[in-house]
Structures are given as C-alpha cells and as structure tokens.
C-alpha cells in the first residue's frame, strides 16, 4: 500500500530511527522514496557559520548517505534540497509528489532541530492530504528501552464515526506483512453529556450499539488473518490512549484526524496533537476531512510567490 514515500530529513543523527521503520512500511515490495531536506532562510544563531551554499552542500552528502541505506532494502530513491518554511515546503513537495506516505520524524524534545521542530510536524499533520507517519525518536531514548523494528502491536483508537475507520485498510496491510497484533480501542466519556461525576451511574455506560460496532470491525480484520482485540475504556481520549500504548508496549499508534471539520467528537487539538507530542511511539496518521486539494494548492502557491 505505501509504494511512494516523500520523507522529509534534517542532517542530524535524530532522523536515523526513522529510516530503521521504512523496511517495516514498505514490506520489502517495490518502493520508491524522495528524500527531502528543506534548508532555513537564516541562521540558527548569529555565532552560526552558515551559509545557504554550505547547508545545500552538507545536506546532499548526508542524504546521499541516507539513501544508500534504504537501497540496500529495495528502495529505489531519489531527493531534493529546497529552500524556505520547512512546513510549507514538505506541504509543497507532497502536492508535486503526491506521496502514498509521508514519512517524517519530530524532534519536539531536543529544542532546536532544524527542520523537524514539533510546530512543523503540527502544521504538517494539520494540512496534509496524504497518510503521516510520525516517528519521535527521542521518546525511545526517554524510555530508556529499545524498541526492536517493526509492529508487532497496533493500536488503533475509534470514535465511533465512519471517518475513524478509514484508517483500518491501512492497519491491515501492515498487521499481515508484519503479523502484527491490533487492538481496536474505543473510549467513552466518563459520564453521560449534562451530567456532573459525583451523579454518574457506576459503573459507568456504555453505548448500547458501541460493542457489537467493534465486534464487527475485529471479526472482519480477523477474517482478513489480522489478530485483534477489543478494549473499550472511560476517560480522556488522549489520556487513555497514551497509557494504554505506554502499558501494552504498542509499536505503532494508527487513528484518523478530521481536520477543521466533520462529525467527529474528538477534534484534532484536543487527541491526535496531543497523543503526537507525548507518544512513546511511533505514530499512523489519516486525514479524512476538511481538506481541499485545490484550495490548499492555491494557497500553497501563493506562500511560494
């Protein structure tokens, strides 16, 4: 399914790990990548010996580097070094690519990495039609673990609208190369709409519809040979979904955004962004709604002129 990846990389040894996942992605199939470095209009730091000419000249020797790696694994590979807002212009490549995946890693807990500052990655992930995958490298590091390659455990959250579930042929492409393990988790509010804690019934309810809907969705993955699982758990929606991938040692988190727009109760401000900044892991990410192609391309090509 993920045949053409656009991956954005910065020159510092963080992006790395991202690359150790595109073997997992692409299941050793036919696969093309454009390798992307966006250079900074300025320095960093005026102490910086920097120069547009030198950043240029640095960044293709590490992506040249880096492409010999995803050779050795059947990519074939090609890049591009540009310069400008490093948002605008993966949004820019991704709409000339049009890339089946983008591959990005967030360095949102060092500080001052170049490209992949954590505001990047959230306008990114705001803005782009096409899949995300988001891998945080330093969250491995955080946990002081090593994280072998690959998904053997997938999480995937629900919230009970049609656009959640796009996310779901993506999963199972994965979960049957990789034999991977995919839990369906929905999450219910821990009380009923209007009703103050200290009133709500113990235990707390459940939607009458909401456990034949998964059962549903497990029996169809599992006739498709993916193993699943059920959880349905109260609380927070972010909260819930990063202790339950902290606890169940989960390799991959995979969940839609609707965008601005659409019937989903869990706007992106207030779930995806929020499992992005804290995951331990690395993280799928399917827009579903609230993008138009041809007004973001205008706007894009108005930003470049």
Known sequence: MFDKLL????????????????????????????LLHVVPP??????????PEKARDTARRWIEERAKRLAAIGVTTTFDVVSGDPAEQILAAALRYRPSLLAMATHARVGLSRLMLGSVMERVLRRSPFPVFVQ????????????????????????????????????????????????LL???????EGVRVEDAPRPFPVPANLA??????RASLERKGVRTHIRIEHGLPSYVILTLAEEEEV???????????????WVFGSVAERVLRHSSCPLLVVRTAGFSEGAEARDLDERER
């Open 186 to 192: 929905a999450v219910v509010s821990a009380t009923p």
């Open 212 to 217: 034949a809907e998964m059962e549903g969705h």
């Open 251 to 265: 390799d991959l988190v995979a969940m839609t955004t609707h965008g601005r727009s659409g019937p989903s109760r």
């Open 7 to 34: 991956i954005p990389l910065d020159t510092t040894p963080l992006s790395d790990p991202l690359l150790d996942q595109i073997e997992p992605l692409v299941g050793g199939g036919c696969c093309e990548a454009m």
């Open 136 to 183: 945080n490298p330093v969250s491995l590091r955080d946990r002081g673990t090593e994280r072998t390659r690959g998904f053997r455990r997938i999480l995937v959250p629900v919230d009970g609208s049609e656009q959640a579930l796009r996310v779901l042929p993506f999963v199972e492409s994965i979960a049957r190369r990789q034999e991977s393990e995919v839990t």
């Open 42 to 51: 300025e320095p960093q730091a005026a102490s910086d010996p920097w120069s």
